[in-house]
């Protein structure tokens, strides 16, 4: 069973080692553990203007998935860090993630979420379309927007 669950600094080194390998196993991104400084300390890079979830296979015991919350101005919100094992996919657990993360935005009257992405994820691009997240330039992302330099896609999600 999937249970999706806040982060807890147990969690951190699995969760990282998830994040990692997909994006260099899968996506043979050119991006490290180094280049991620908020993946050292999740807890104090995200829960404590944001927050931070994970899904959790209750029967194998681990993480399966995580998703991201870094608050920003004006009630705007960046989703980050949304990974998924390939093998969970087809199971709905990206869209249980994205639900948890737009029911906490919603229920603390937030107004835009924007995320950035690789092009090389075109799955998640075309999954995130179906959730109503359209398209925009790097431009059109509020100043505060934690770009990643290996991101070169941006959305942007209106919740009111």
Not at 10 to 15: A, I, L
Not at 19 to 47: C, H
Not at 112 to 119: C, F, I, P
Request: charged fraction near 25%; proline fraction near 4%.
């Amino acid at each position: 069973m999937i249970r999706i669950i806040p982060f807890e600094p147990s969690y951190n080194q699995e969760v990282a080692e998830l994040i990692v390998t997909i994006q260099r196993e899968e996506f043979n991104l050119p991006i490290n553990l180094a280049d991620q400084p908020d993946l050292f300390n999740i807890k104090v890079s995200y829960q404590t203007k944001g927050n931070f979830w994970i899904a959790f296979d209750t029967k194998e015991s681990k993480v399966v998935g995580c998703i991201g919350l870094v608050s920003l101005t004006n009630d705007n919100v960046a989703l980050k860090k949304m990974f998924v094992l390939p093998t969970y996919r087809k199971d709905g657990v990206g869209r249980k993630l994205v639900e948890t993360f737009l029911n906490y935005c919603q229920d603390r009257k937030k107004r835009r979420v924007y995320l950035g992405t690789n092009s090389a994820f075109e799955t998640a691009q075309l999954f995130y379309q179906r959730l109503g997240f359209q398209e925009i330039k790097v431009e059109d992302l509020p100043s505060d927007f934690p770009v990643v330099k290996v991101d070169n896609r941006f959305y942007l999600y209106c919740l009111h």
